[in-house]
Each structure stands twice: as C-alpha cells, then as structure tokens.
C-alpha cells in the first residue's frame, strides 16, 4: 500500500479491526519511510450494483465515494467516521437486493440521515446534492429547519 504523503510502498500494519458488520477490514498503517500513519479499508469487491446518474449514465457503486462526500459535508463538525460508515451501512442495506439504484434515492438517504444527526451537516450536503442556486433557496431549507423544530441526535463529544 503506497503511503498517501511519500508515495513509499513499505509499511507496517499497527492496528486491524472488522467494520461493516464484519464485511470490511480497516487496519491502521504506519510508513517506515516518513512515520505518516494512515487507514485503509479493504472489503469483498462482489457488489454488482449500478447507480442510475442523473444524467442516465451508469457507473458502478462505489462506498469510498459515498463515504467521502458525507465526510465533506461533515468537516468540522462533532460527527465520528463510525457514523458516517453507519449512514453508508445503511443506505447498502436499503440496496442489498437490487441490480441499480437511482442516484436521487441515494441522495435522499444521505439527507434523511444527517438531518437527523447534524443540521449544519446536513444544509451542507443539501446545498451540492440540490444543487442551491442562490441564497433564497438556503433560506428556504434553513426556514424548514427552523419550522420542524427537531434537534439533531449528534454523536457525543470526542475526548
């Protein structure tokens, strides 16, 4: 595995844990070249879904695509990597038995999940996914928000 700061391809694994159910494995490496420490994930590659784009395109699914768009709408905010792999968990379970997915279903999992856990998250993730135009859009949603009057289930505060 090259590391992602020098490139090198010699490391040592520190750390190995099961996640996705024990569908994955996540280990923490170490590069005996610079020291950087870093993750990687490596899971059974058998999912033969398609993701029907916007566009009518197909392109296979891809969890690391999923995963790093929640994380992007999650910069900075008091939500954990296990919660976003469980938004992902949960969206896979939705799609076990299907050949495609719509992309739009797909989106609107992500939504329903971080506005129940993180409204900033969420605005964030709303903002690309619906594509906002102008600032009378997020006001809308923001007024939305503020109509519900539900407040997020967020994770507990890191130590």
Do not use: W
Request: aromatic fraction near 6%; hydrophobic fraction near 30%; proline fraction near 4%.
């Amino acid at each position: 595995m090259k590391c992602p700061a020098c490139s090198m391809d010699e490391d040592r694994v520190v750390d190995t844990r099961l996640v996705q159910d024990g569908k994955a494995v996540r280990r923490k490496r170490h590069c005996l070249k610079c020291g950087r420490r870093f993750f990687t994930i490596e899971e059974i590659e058998d999912k033969s879904v398609s993701v029907i784009k916007s566009d009518g395109r197909r392109e296979p699914y891809d969890r690391r695509k999923l995963i790093r768009s929640i994380q992007i709408a999650c910069t900075k905010r008091p939500i954990s990597f296990e919660t976003v792999e469980r938004i992902a968990d949960d969206i896979e379970a939705e799609m076990e038995f299907m050949n495609e997915i719509d992309s739009r279903r797909i989106g609107e999992g992500v939504i329903q999940s971080l506005r129940r856990i993180d409204e900033v998250a969420y605005v964030r993730f709303a903002s690309v996914y619906r594509n906002f135009r102008d600032k009378d859009e997020f006001l809308r949603e923001l007024n939305g928000l503020r109509q519900e009057g539900t407040g997020p289930e967020q994770d507990p505060p890191q130590e």
